[in-house]
């Protein structure tokens, strides 16, 4: 039964969770169970995300506690922080997940938790719960687990056998600027859990190629976050670490979260009118080329430009550095030249390459395919582009990028990218 202590306790600790945005559920799928409650449905995102019927997917987002030994100059629960404090027990808190599901209130769990005492008695607090829900209460839906950064590897590798995602947030790119923001901190803890969840996914995958039914571990990976704004890296340095991950940790996710100004206080901190809200969705743009569309950082940012462009997306303003590159031939180009195509994304690149197999395609199966002409036109041929619109296009080189780019932005865009330069970025030397 839940008490209204208890619902006191859980509303405090809600909110203090809600600065983390690490918390997507993609890449599990695991089915009802006879016997099991609940079920994780495969390829949708968890935490007010949509699944691909339409579907609103909700989660429980919560910390165990939001008491913490370490006090980061970034974090709304650090040490030092006069905010109303809360503990939920492991009892406690598998309570009300459970009630929570029974009502319809949720299909996953978010679990997080402030460091008490040591990393390891919290990380065995958020074990045990993750290892109750599966074995005592039968909860067969999504749980996303936070590792915390110098817990041990026995625990690290227990949790993973019941958690579908787990995560580790880096916070900030650059060692220099995490230990002037968390001193307590450095890098070498937050890549070390990596490493081990890293090591266990592949283990895991070659004992299941011998044994199919083998348990599964992390089975949608693990994910991690940087916080925006709140230092002086460069959206070049951000995205260097993403690669990085990527590449070497093979990161599942990595996500972008705006600095809030929450500890206004703190002199090391810079003073925000608002989040970085247009830089946050240039750096997931951003992040996209580089899972999907065959980008690398080097193409998105170089020394010349180290910072995204806030007026447009980061695959339009590689396009107007580039006019090299165009026209693209839509009938003879490959998958991945498509791809660089302003106006066409993964899937009408797919749908471009497969229809040529039938005959040409023209500027109304284009249209079909859902491909943006407003900006492909000017950097595409198909023969007969022409005839569909009412003037002559004038592609990319003749009209020359520095005159292009003003038909590209609209208003509303220029508004929110000077609105956004204007904040206020104060950075102690």
């Given at each position: 039964m839940l008490t209204e202590k208890t619902m006191e306790r859980l509303r405090v600790l809600a909110e203090s969770a809600k600065y983390d945005v690490s918390c997507s559920s993609s890449?599990?799928?695991?089915?009802?169970?006879?016997?099991?409650?609940?079920?994780?449905?495969?390829?949708?995102?968890?935490?007010?995300?949509?699944?691909?019927?339409?579907?609103?997917?909700?989660?429980?987002?919560?910390?165990?506690?939001?008491?913490?030994?370490?006090?980061?100059?970034?974090?709304?629960?650090?040490?030092?922080?006069?905010?109303?404090?809360?503990?939920?027990?492991?009892?406690?808190?598998?309570?009300?997940?459970?009630?929570?599901?029974r009502r319809n209130y949720i299909e996953g769990l978010f679990l997080s938790s402030g460091v008490v005492r040591t990393p390891d008695y919290t990380m065995e607090r958020l074990v045990a719960i993750v290892r109750d829900l599966r074995t005592v209460h039968h909860f067969n839906g999504y749980i996303h687990l936070k590792s915390i950064p110098g817990a041990s590897q026995e625990l690290l590798a227990e949790a993973g056998r019941w958690a579908d995602r787990m995560?580790?947030?880096?916070?900030?790119?650059?060692?220099?600027?995490?230990?002037?923001?968390?001193?307590?901190?450095?890098?070498?803890?937050?890549?070390?859990?990596?490493?081990?969840?890293?090591?266990?996914?592949?283990?895991?995958?070659?004992?299941?190629?011998?044994?199919?039914?083998?348990?599964?571990?992390?089975?949608?990976?693990?994910?991690?976050?940087?916080?925006?704004?709140?230092?002086?890296?460069?959206?070049?340095?951000?995205?260097q670490m993403s690669s990085l991950l990527y590449g070497q940790a093979q990161m599942r996710r990595v996500y972008y979260s705006g600095y809030v100004s929450v500890n206004t206080y703190d002199s090391r901190l810079p003073i925000l009118k608002q989040?970085?809200?247009?830089?946050?969705?240039?750096?997931?743009?951003?992040?996209?080329?580089?899972?999907?569309?065959?980008?690398?950082?080097?193409?998105?940012?170089?020394?010349?430009?180290?910072?995204?462009?806030?007026?447009?997306?980061?695959?339009?303003?590689?396009?107007?550095?580039?006019?090299?590159?165009?026209?693209?031939?839509?009938?003879?180009?490959?998958?991945?030249?498509?791809l660089r195509v302003p106006g066409l994304g993964t899937k009408s690149a797919w749908l471009i390459v497969n229809a040529r197999q039938s005959g040409r395609v023209t500027s109304y199966h284009l249209k079909k395919m859902g491909v943006v002409m407003k900006k492909a036109k000017y950097f595409i041929t198909c023969g007969e582009l022409t005839s569909s619109f009412s003037q002559h296009i004038i592609g990319i080189n003749e009209l020359r990028p520095e005159r292009l780019r003003p038909l590209l932005v609209s208003k509303a865009q220029q508004k929110r990218a000077a609105e956004e330069m204007q904040l206020k970025l104060n950075f102690e030397e």
């Open positions: 890449g599990t799928v695991r089915s009802g169970r006879k016997g099991m409650v609940g079920n994780t449905v495969g390829g949708v995102g968890i935490c007010h995300s949509f699944a691909d019927d339409g579907r609103c997917i909700s989660l429980l987002k919560v910390m165990l506690t939001n008491h913490c030994i370490y006090d980061c100059a970034y974090c709304i629960n650090r040490r030092s922080n006069d905010i109303k404090r809360a503990t939920l027990s492991v009892s406690e808190l598998e309570e009300i997940t459970m009630e929570f599901y995560s580790v947030n880096i916070e900030i790119p650059r060692e220099e600027s995490l230990k002037l923001l968390a001193p307590e901190k450095d890098h070498q803890s937050v890549f070390q859990p990596m490493k081990i969840i890293r090591q266990g996914i592949l283990e895991n995958k070659e004992e299941r190629r011998k044994f199919r039914h083998a348990p599964r571990f992390v089975p949608a990976g693990q994910s991690t976050q940087m916080i925006v704004g709140a230092t002086s890296e460069t959206d070049r340095d951000i995205l989040p970085p809200l247009v830089r946050e969705n240039r750096l997931y743009q951003a992040d996209w080329l580089m899972r999907f569309y065959h980008f690398s950082v080097d193409e998105i940012v170089d020394d010349h430009n180290a910072q995204l462009d806030l007026e447009i997306d980061p695959k339009l303003a590689w396009a107007l550095r580039h006019p090299e590159y165009f026209p693209v031939d839509i009938n003879t180009a490959d998958y991945k030249q498509l």
